[in-house]
């Protein structure tokens, strides 16, 4: 789907499509699997979350306690309406240091012409600039910061994006990363790496 066809689908918020899916389910299937027979409530951040769709189904599925933040008031509003904890949010700059066990973003990843970019909340939540990587780099510097000793983080990117760059990225801020799904379609694959010091 291309990047106009995108923007037409959400107005103000990204609504769930098949990169929020993949994210939600891989997610919820690590969570679970590591908290099996355990009396543990992982605290779980959830990065750009939109519509708050990813939030909610790993919330539904799993023990964890999920915090929903995006950088759009619009979307952090409409997280709030279904019921999530929800924060406005740029990144994870608001959170306190070594807070989540787990991170997840599904980041604006799509590259983006600088001329052909519009400057609202879609625009936000679909480009990623030229490469792809412009809102993924800086993640992947600050994240750290919020992750608790043996946190972890998913994060989706897409073969648009350049898996390799992101994972590359990834090992110079202290990632070793690992591909735990993906799904390919005619115009991309989309990857969900998770991420471990």
Do not use: C
């Amino acid at each position: 789907m291309s990047l106009e066809e995108r923007r037409d689908i959400g107005g103000d918020v990204y609504q769930p499509a098949e990169d929020s899916y993949l994210l939600a389910e891989a997610a919820s299937e690590r969570l679970q699997a590591e908290t099996a027979g355990t009396e543990k409530q992982p605290l779980v951040l959830e990065v750009g979350t939109g519509s708050g769709y990813v939030a909610a189904h790993v919330s539904e599925e799993t023990n964890a306690r999920v915090i929903a933040a995006d950088l759009n008031p619009h979307a952090a509003q409409e997280a709030r309406d279904k019921g999530l904890e929800s924060v406005q949010a740029d990144l994870v700059s608001p959170f306190a240091d070594d807070a989540f066990d787990a991170v997840l973003f599904n980041p604006p990843y799509l590259p983006t012409d600088p001329e052909n970019e519009w400057d609202d909340w879609m625009e936000r939540a679909l480009s990623g600039g030229e490469d792809g990587r412009a809102v993924i780099d800086p993640f992947l510097e600050s994240v750290g910061r919020v992750l608790a000793p043996d946190g972890v983080v998913y994060l989706l990117v897409s073969s648009l994006t350049g898996v390799d760059e992101v994972v590359e990225r990834a090992g110079e801020n202290g990632f070793s990363a690992v591909a735990i799904a993906d799904e390919s379609f005619p115009f991309e694959t989309l990857t969900v790496l998770e991420l471990l010091r």
